[in-house]
């Protein structure tokens, strides 16, 4: 199975300020066919998972530009420009280059200072 | 608006069975393969399920496999999760989604404890 290992764990950051979350696979989640399907996920306190960026650095409708995703192979970056209050929660990444299974990254915190 | 609402979870005893229910609305399932992952409290996402659009293929993680089935109802725009043999450890929040996935439900919860 692909194990995703994301740093850090645990992310205080202060109001507009940017933060930054790295997940980096066990093998390279290039598929045959070209994409690399590994996705970024928030989880605000009390919600439900919601996807932020597919394919390394797609945003999803609704999705504000301040979030941004970057990588290839195995070394992937969710960015945050200025961190804003609402942004607080649990950021996972996922990936469904080499399933079943599907595998996410631990979750990394992010909160405020 | 495009949304899939769980249900079923309940608290049930070590050994029990439950069935959980995924309802869509705003879209038409039948397109759609259907994820199933689980939280278990203060933990993170572990995925369990899949069922394609057709009804196969179907994957199955390694912790609920022999013990859970995945199921679809087209004309129902519902998916399911038949749970048995339940233990401790399948305590969670279980959260039906799209393929992609990019749309979740609210989760249900499921309690397995004596």
């Known amino acids: 199975d692909v194990v995703l290992t994301q740093f850090p764990l645990s992310l205080p950051v202060t109001l507009g300020q940017p933060a930054s979350i790295s997940c980096r696979s066990s093998q390279s989640l290039v598929y045959s066919d070209g994409n690399t399907y590994l996705h970024w996920f928030q989880q605000r306190p009390g919600q439900s998972p919601r996807r932020l960026i597919y394919?390394?650095?797609n945003r999803d409708s609704g999705v504000p530009d301040r979030f941004s995703g970057s990588g290839s192979g195995t070394t992937f970056t969710l960015k945050i420009s200025r961190v804003e209050a609402e942004d607080v929660g649990v950021y996972y990444c996922m990936q469904g280059s080499h399933w079943p299974p599907l595998t996410f990254g631990e979750g990394t915190k992010v909160e405020i200072k | 608006e495009v949304q899939l609402v769980e249900s079923g979870g309940d608290w049930v005893q070590p050994g029990g069975s439950l069935r959980l229910s995924c309802a869509a609305s705003g879209f038409i399932l039948s397109n759609s393969g259907v994820n199933w992952v689980r939280q278990a409290p203060g933990r993170g996402l572990e995925w369990i399920s899949f069922i394609s659009k057709s009804g196969s293929p179907i994957y199955y993680a390694d912790s609920v496999r022999g013990r859970f089935t995945i199921s679809r109802d087209n004309a129902r725009n519902s998916a399911y999760l038949e749970m048995n043999s339940l233990r401790a450890e399948d305590s969670a929040v279980y959260y039906c989604?799209?393929?992609?996935?990019?749309?979740w439900g609210k989760g249900t919860r499921v309690t397995v404890s004596s």
């Open positions: 394919e390394v650095s």
């Open positions: 989604a799209r393929e992609g996935p990019d749309v």
